[in-house]
């Protein structure tokens, strides 16, 4: 049933993906569904409950991502770079930044809180290691990438 489950997310996200033009984005979130999926070992009925939460996490943490882009680093690459800003610019932003993070923050504690209702925690921190082991994955891809692309 598992191997059911994976195969029609994969099919699905690969699908998602050659719709909107093999944009990068989009399939580094496919492969991160895929890894998430084949390596957490989700029941079907924790499936169900799981992946809803999780899009709506990811959705808010693009959203303060952004926010963070938008309201501190274009306006310092605006003003011509951090040389260029003053010292209570500076001070505003960094006030800024902290509130961004302390917000992640809570939205990673709920989104937890959440999840541990119908998984166990073991499962809950099993996540969290695996979205460190696939960041760690894709920079490494990138950097081979790059690498490759210099020689």
Not at 83 to 108: G, M, P, Q, R, T
């Amino acid at each position: 049933m598992k191997k059911k489950i994976l195969f029609i997310c994969l099919v699905s996200l690969s699908l998602i993906g050659f719709a909107q033009k093999h944009n990068r984005s989009d399939r580094m979130k496919a492969q991160k569904i895929a890894f998430i999926t084949e390596h957490l070992d989700l029941s079907e009925n924790e499936a169900e409950k799981f992946w809803p939460l999780y899009n709506k996490f990811e959705k808010a943490k693009r959203k303060l991502f952004k926010q963070e882009k938008e309201d501190i680093r274009n306006k310092i690459k605006s003003s011509g770079g951090l040389e260029n800003v003053s010292e209570d610019e500076a001070k505003k932003y960094l006030k800024l930044f902290h509130k961004i993070k302390a917000s992640h923050e809570e939205i990673k504690v709920s989104f937890h809180n959440d999840l541990m209702n119908f998984l166990p925690a073991k499962k809950v921190l099993k996540l969290e290691i695996l979205e460190h082991r696939f960041n760690k994955s894709m920079i490494k891809r990138f950097k081979e990438r790059r690498n490759r692309r210099m020689n």
